[in-house]
């Protein structure tokens, strides 16, 4: 079915996984870092503690997240021209 030749096919196919694998971590880290920060929420709503610093925890989290996306992002570039460059 695909004109690609079968060598570039599957070295897709592998950089593509990678990159799956990647978010699969990425997204379970995400879950992993809400539910403690939900359990640290309600610890302190438990002890009387209002949480004021709340959004100030989520936009340090999206710079974060931010930052990785971008590392992320220049890896995948530079593993393309790397993969290219062999074809």
Avoid: C, W
């Amino acid at each position: 079915d695909s004109k690609l030749p079968s060598a570039v096919r599957n070295t897709l196919l592998e950089l593509f996984g990678q990159i799956e694998r990647e978010f699969e971590n990425l997204y379970i880290e995400n879950l992993e870092l809400r539910r403690e920060i939900d359990t640290l929420n309600e610890r302190l709503a438990g002890e009387g503690q209002t949480v004021d610093g709340a959004e100030l925890s989520k936009g340090q989290l999206k710079t974060k997240a931010s930052h990785s996306t971008s590392q992320l992002s220049q890896k995948l570039k530079t593993t393309y021209k790397a993969s290219t460059s062999k074809v």
